[in-house]
Nanobody
Framework: QVQLVESGGGLVQAGGSLRLSCAASGLTFSAYSMGWFRRAPGKEREFVATISWTGTNTYYSGSVKGRFTISRDNANNSAYLQMNNLKPEDTAVYYC?????????????????WGQGTQVTVSS
C-alpha cells in the first residue's frame, strides 16, 4: 500500500519560512518523480514544483520560482519543499504526489499517488 505523508505545515508570518516534508512508503521511491501541489480556499489544486527521479531536474510554477526549493533524499524515501519569503497568497493546503512517467510533469492527472495534505497559513 502506497502512502505519502506530508508534515511541516503551520502558521507563519509573511516573509517567514517553512520546510515541508513528504515521507513515502510502499513504492520504489527512486523510480518516481515527485511533485508538490497546493489548493487555496475556493480555488483549484495547482502545481507548485516537481523533481525528477534522481533530483537532477526541477521545475517550478512562476508564482514560487526563486522562493521555493524542491529536493529529495532517495535513501530516506523523502521529498521536501523549502519555502522562503512566504506571502499571504501562499496560504493553502499543500500536497505531495508521485508519478512514474519518465519526464517531470505539472499536470495533476499524471500523478498516481497523493498525500492527505498539510495546511500552510501565512499571516500578513
Amino acid at each position: 500500500q502506497v502512502q505519502l505523508v506530508e508534515s511541516g505545515g503551520g502558521l507563519v508570518q509573511a516573509g517567514g519560512s517553512l520546510r515541508l516534508s513528504c515521507a513515502a512508503s510502499g513504492l520504489t521511491f527512486s523510480a518516481y518523480s515527485m511533485g508538490w501541489f497546493r489548493r487555496a480556499p475556493g480555488k483549484e489544486r495547482e502545481f507548485v514544483a516537481t523533481i525528477s527521479w534522481t533530483g537532477t531536474n526541477t521545475y517550478y510554477s512562476g508564482s514560487v520560482k526563486g522562493r521555493f526549493t524542491i529536493s529529495r533524499d532517495n535513501a530516506n524515501n523523502s521529498a521536501y519543499l523549502q519555502m522562503n519569503n512566504l506571502k499571504p497568497e501562499d496560504t493553502a493546503v499543500y500536497y505531495c504526489a508521485a508519478q512514474s512517467r519518465a519526464a517531470i510533469a505539472t499536470i495533476k492527472s499524471f500523478y498516481e499517488y497523493w498525500g492527505q495534505g498539510t495546511q500552510v497559513t501565512v499571516s500578513s
